[in-house]
């Protein structure tokens, strides 16, 4: 890099750099005016409960669509978002669009269910969370037991008690919460224990390594899956284990007592029209049952 060359040498060209950084700066213009032009959507992916194999809860997922760039994945423009100071605005289109579906759904005569938010921790630092929440529920009616927070572990590591008030404030609105993609990042069970949450989902890549290569169980992967499940009961929370794609996995958690799965076996992530067929039936495929 430039900078490395020395305090006065500057590197004016390199293609490869220059390509990199022209992409990045019409994202980022592109960005500024997603909100307003509408260009962006939900998604929504089924949690199934284990035992009965019915939905238990949806988690949104937010999808931009540019007129030129295409289809450009969360994690491609959430952290940019971030940079650019501009996820709060879009944390909040996506928490009122998220209540806004779940009401309608339950208008709709479906059998309810709760829909999970992801809430990046840059938005639940700097704005107020159950301020911008109460006032999504109250516009759009829907009672605050039908909503659920993801949480990522980094919200739990700064500001514990601030942290551990805010969410006590969440809890006793009747919001959820629920830490995700558990297991890769630093929380301290110490802190864990004094945080006031619901659910543990653990991470896609814990799922992906409880079988190897063969097809037979890995018994360090098998291990870590089992003991996240077993710390979530003890400390009476929910073990929801994501990026499920196999019945073997499937079998293999439900077996360890994993009380939700959520991945592409059962469903992608699908349209509010689309999930529709989801709902009231068993989504569990066969095999998956014992
Ligand atoms: P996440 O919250 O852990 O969401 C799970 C991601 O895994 C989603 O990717 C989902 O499509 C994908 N996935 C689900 N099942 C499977 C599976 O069986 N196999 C595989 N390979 N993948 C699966 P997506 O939608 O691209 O989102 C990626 C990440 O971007 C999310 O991870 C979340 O951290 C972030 N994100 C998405 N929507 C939002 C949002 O509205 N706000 C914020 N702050 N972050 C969001
Ligand atoms: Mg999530
Ligand atoms: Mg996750
Ligand atoms: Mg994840």
């Known amino acids: 890099r430039a900078k490395d060359l020395g305090r006065n040498c500057f590197q004016l060209y390199s293609p490869a750099m220059n390509a990199r950084s022209f992409e990045r700066l019409s994202m ?25 194999g019915r939905m238990s809860g949806v988690e949104a997922l937010i999808r931009w669509h540019h007129r030129e760039m295409g289809p450009i994945p969360p994690a491609d423009f959430i952290p940019l978002a971030e940079n650019m100071g501009v996820i709060s605005d879009i944390g909040e289109w996506v928490l009122r669009e998220a209540c806004r579906q779940c009401r309608h759904w339950l208008d709709l005569g479906l059998p309810p269910v709760r829909i999970a938010v992801n809430v990046s921790a ?7 969370i159950p301020d911008v929440v109460g006032r999504a ?9 039908f909503l659920e927070l993801e949480l990522t572990e980094s919200v739990l590591m700064q500001r514990v008690d601030e942290v551990a008030v805010v969410l006590r404030d969440l809890r006793t609105m009747g919001v959820r919460i629920s830490i995700d993609d558990f297991g890769t990042g630093y929380s301290s069970l110490s802190y864990l224990k004094k945080m006031p949450i619901d659910a543990l989902k653990i991470d896609r890549s814990f799922v992906n390594d409880i079988f190897g290569e063969n097809g037979s169980v890995a018994e360090e992967g098998a291990s870590i899956v089992s003991t996240i499940i077993n710390l ?5 929370l929910k073990a929801i284990a994501e990026g499920v ?29 689309d999930l529709i067929s989801l709902f009231d039936r068993n989504l569990l495929p066969a095999g998956a049952e014992m």
């Open 232 to 236: 979530a009961h003890n400390l009476r």
């Open 28 to 52: 980022e213009a592109a960005l500024r005016h997603a909100l307003v032009r509408n260009e962006f959507r939900l998604a929504y992916q089924v949690k199934v409960d284990l035992i009965s």
């Open 122 to 128: 840059l938005q639940f630092h700097e704005t107020d």
């Open 137 to 145: 529920l109250r516009d759009t009616g829907l009672p605050p037991q």
């Open 245 to 273: 794609e196999t019945v073997a996995q499937a079998d293999f958690l439900r077996a360890r007592g994993c009380d939700e799965v959520q991945g592409f076996l059962i469903s992608r992530p699908v349209s509010g029209e």
